[in-house]
């Protein structure tokens, strides 16, 4: 079983919802990541969290807004999405941010479906 | 731009053979290279870790090896299985700055 967990598993929205993601890990890691996954493409990553706070966002969209409550809990919030965004979306955490500690821990993802 | 290769989208083997995986690398210089498994519609899974001073690294059946002068990593898989069914992601990294997965191999063992 994974350590990371993301709810909910499944999610579809309208173009015009505000919904979000949601990640939590307890595993007292520092650093918490989101990909983006589209079908036969490796994970895209989005953003870094290092400490709670925002390390990296790869230009990522605005439509797509993280937010990083404590060290152990990480959102994604989601406004006007476009149908090219269904997706699966990861979350992952890992001890350090920007040294070579040592393995991402993924969660299962959330698969978001925009219509 | 940095760019990551693996050798091939699809690789089909047979049951009981060394399923070998490549992983080029292009414009930097890892400091360490990881492997993860995926399988359809789950997160990766972490499977090894090698670093720029290692040559290789072996787990049970798995075997990895890193050089920095090829700029390659290869990823073996002994006597393998069908259960060994999935794509395979490289992850060459800087001291984790920018944590990018190769396109993936998806490997399918036939039995």
């Known amino acids: 079983d994974t350590e990371v967990t993301q709810t909910p598993k499944h999610l579809v929205m309208g173009m015009t919802n505000k919904k979000s993601l949601k990640c939590e890990q307890h595993?007292?890691?520092?650093?918490m990541y989101w990909y983006k996954q589209k079908a036969k493409k490796p994970p895209e990553l989005m953003f870094v969290?290092?400490?709670?706070?925002?390390?990296i966002n790869e230009s990522v969209p605005s439509r797509f807004s993280p937010e990083c409550p404590n060290s152990s809990l990480l959102n994604l919030h989601l406004h006007a999405l476009q149908p090219e965004d269904s997706a699966l979306y990861l979350c992952?955490?890992?001890?350090?941010?920007?040294?070579?500690?040592?393995?991402?821990?993924f969660g299962e993802g959330s698969r978001l479906t925009v219509l | 731009s940095q760019k990551i290769e693996q050798n091939s989208e699809a690789l089909n083997i047979q049951e009981g053979k060394t399923a070998t995986l490549t992983c080029n690398y292009t414009?930097?210089?890892?400091?360490?290279l990881q492997w993860y498994r995926q399988d359809p519609g789950r997160g990766p899974v972490f499977l090894l870790l090698?670093?720029?001073?290692?040559k290789e690294k072996r787990k049970e059946r798995l075997k990895v090896t890193f050089d920095t002068t090829l700029k390659q990593s290869l990823f073996h898989i002994t006597a393998s299985q069908p259960a060994d069914s999935a794509t395979y992601l490289c992850?060459?990294?800087?001291?984790?700055?920018?944590?990018?997965f190769g396109p993936g191999t998806r490997l399918s063992v036939l039995p």
């Open positions: 992952a955490s890992s001890q350090e941010a920007g040294i070579s500690t040592g393995e991402l821990f």
């Open positions: 595993m007292g890691h520092r650093a």
């Open positions: 969290y290092s400490y709670e706070k925002l390390s």
């Open positions: 414009n930097y210089s890892p400091a360490y």
């Open positions: 090698i670093r720029e001073n290692e």
């Open positions: 992850a060459p990294d800087n001291y984790g700055q920018n944590f990018v």
